[in-house]
């Protein structure tokens, strides 16, 4: 998604120098960034790559802008900006809200109107799936699961029964939420007695 780079920063901000009608395609690191690509300075070690950068516009401090002769944008947090411009230039493509019919939902469990479940997924009783939510193809979400407002489960995330997570949280492919601690006691002949794991895991708001 390419983007003028006056227009970048009339919507992030920051003080252009130079070339506002440039269009920026894409985010690249100093050393391999081309004309159409944005990069970033935050470590005073990587100057001297600045200088042989063929990036198209660098995000700098203001400190670094000062007799830099080419397009840039001066910024007190480089970083920070380059992660806003990244989010802008590669937005998040939502599917479509609903239930795929081949999802398995059960008849107790309340998925809000705008939230998508993914075919092979499984929805068990008295889960609560807020809005915007995105479970993604064969994940499981237990008996009595609540997943918070914008949270994003990837394909094949397990939530164990009767946990929580929170809004705008993302589970990587491959999650287990709830899983069994290490609880067993040993008895007098070395065998093994394991104890039920009673408790659930609570994930607060903004946790990847």
Request: hydrophobic content about 45%.
């Amino acid at each position: 998604m390419a983007a003028r780079l006056g227009d970048i920063v009339a919507r992030l901000g920051g003080e252009l120098h130079g070339d506002a009608d440039l269009l920026v395609e894409q985010v690249a690191p100093l050393d391999s960034a081309g004309p159409a690509h944005i990069s970033f300075l935050s470590n005073p070690k990587y100057r001297s790559v600045l200088a042989s950068s063929g990036a198209g516009v660098v995000i700098v401090p203001p400190a670094d802008g000062e007799n830099l002769a080419r397009t840039h944008i001066r910024v007190r947090n480089p970083y920070l900006y380059f992660a806003r411009v990244a989010q802008l230039l590669n937005p998040d493509l939502r599917p479509a809200a609903g239930i795929d019919p081949a999802a398995s939902v059960h008849p107790g469990a309340r998925v809000d109107a705008s939230a998508h479940v993914a075919a092979g997924a499984v929805v068990g009783e008295g889960a609560d799936i807020g809005a915007n939510v995105l479970i993604g193809a064969g994940c499981v979400v237990g008996e009595g699961v609540r997943v918070g407002a914008g949270t994003r489960l990837h394909p094949r995330v397990v939530v164990y029964a009767h946990c929580v997570i929170g809004e705008r949280c993302i589970l990587h492919s491959g999650a287990v939420i709830g899983a069994d601690g290490f609880g067993f006691a040993r008895e007098a002949d070395g065998s093994w007695v394991k104890i039920p794991q009673i408790g659930r895991v609570l994930i607060g708001n903004d946790v990847e």
